[in-house]
């Protein structure tokens, strides 16, 4: 199923490949669009995102497992309503399995592409990047390129290019595979992607946008100073041999002095090796103190970008 109508669009792809030493070889632009993936429909209907307490519980494996499945019920109905980060973590859950840091849903590909997919198409960038190795695992070389193509499309702004080595990586673990025949049919279905999601793609970025300022507005004694500006890229880190360069995206607890604590996996990529590296480096993030905070915890999602070769945070 291919949307159609609207102009023809441009994603940035990955002409070139990242040398042995991790420099972008060559970038080109090119016509592209998606996946005829079937979407559950979820629809936007005033969503509600799960509270953070609940979050946590559903991602803290030394919680009992009623008080975990009672608050992955939130996250559900969240999911359900539309909100993209629940369906981003229910996504998640279900393409780790028993693998993944939590282990609390079982593998399961078909429903981890339902929730994925629609946080994808509700702007979530870290979904696009998920799908993109989902439909690698399952050699889907076509798939798994459209989406790869959109992750750098909306993840990856042009003057980040040169860190954005996963974002290179990825091209380069799914564009050589895929048939010369295909191409075409790649740049069709991301151009037909974004003809038919753009404008909930950027609905849902700007929603999250303005979800952080009202927070912050609504609580001043317990507002959250982000703990980094970029919301796809906190920091870029290089030392970790052995661990070839990705994504992930912890969720954390951080206190009144601004420490953080229950600092917890969501999602890693390309694999669950990276996170085991990161987590210690993700713990060591700050955010601004708030002493007259009657909350416990305040949560924040920290993405963190990591990558051989190419020293120093972003």
């Not at 940035?12 to 490949?17: R, T």
């Not at 953080?260 to 694999?271: Q, T």
Request: one cysteine or more; aromatic letters at 6%.
């Amino acid at each position: 199923m291919r949307a159609r109508g609207g102009l023809p669009m441009t994603v940035l792809v990955l002409a070139g490949l990242f040398g042995a030493q991790g420099a972008v070889v060559a970038l080109a632009a090119s016509p592209a669009d998606p996946v005829a993936a079937s979407l559950l429909a979820l629809q936007a209907r005033s969503p509600q995102r799960p509270g953070g307490a609940a979050v946590a519980t559903v991602l803290d494996t030394h919680a009992p497992m009623p008080t975990r499945e009672a608050a992955l019920q939130q996250v559900r109905m969240a999911a359900e309503q539309g909100d993209a980060f629940a369906q981003l973590l229910l996504g998640a859950l279900y393409f780790q399995g028993p693998q993944g840091a939590h282990a609390l849903l079982p593998r399961d590909p078909a429903l981890a592409d339902v929730y994925l997919s629609n946080a994808a198409t509700h702007g979530n960038v870290f979904a696009m990047a998920a799908m993109a190795e989902l439909e690698l695992q399952q050699h889907h070389v076509l798939q798994a390129n459209v989406w790869a193509q959109l992750y750098v499309h909306y993840g990856v702004r042009p003057d980040d290019l040169k860190r954005a080595t996963y974002a290179a990586i990825l091209m380069h673990r799914s564009w050589p595979r895929l048939p010369k025949a295909e191409e075409q049919t790649a740049v069709d279905d991301i151009n037909a992607f974004i003809r038919a999601h753009q404008a909930s793609i950027r609905a849902g970025q700007r929603q999250s946008r303005s979800a952080k300022i009202a927070r912050r507005l609504d609580d001043p004694v317990c507002r959250l100073v982000s703990l980094h500006p970029d919301e796809h890229h906190a920091a870029l880190v290089s030392g970790y041999d052995g661990v070839q360069p990705g994504i992930a995206l912890y969720w954390i607890g951080v206190d009144a002095r601004g420490r953080a604590h229950a600092v917890e996996p969501i999602l890693s990529l390309p694999d669950w090796r990276v996170q085991r590296r990161m987590r210690d480096y993700a713990a060591s993030w700050r955010a601004t103190p708030a002493p007259r905070c009657g909350k416990p915890l305040r949560y924040a999602l920290l993405p963190v970008a990591f990558n051989r070769g190419m020293p120093g945070t972003a």
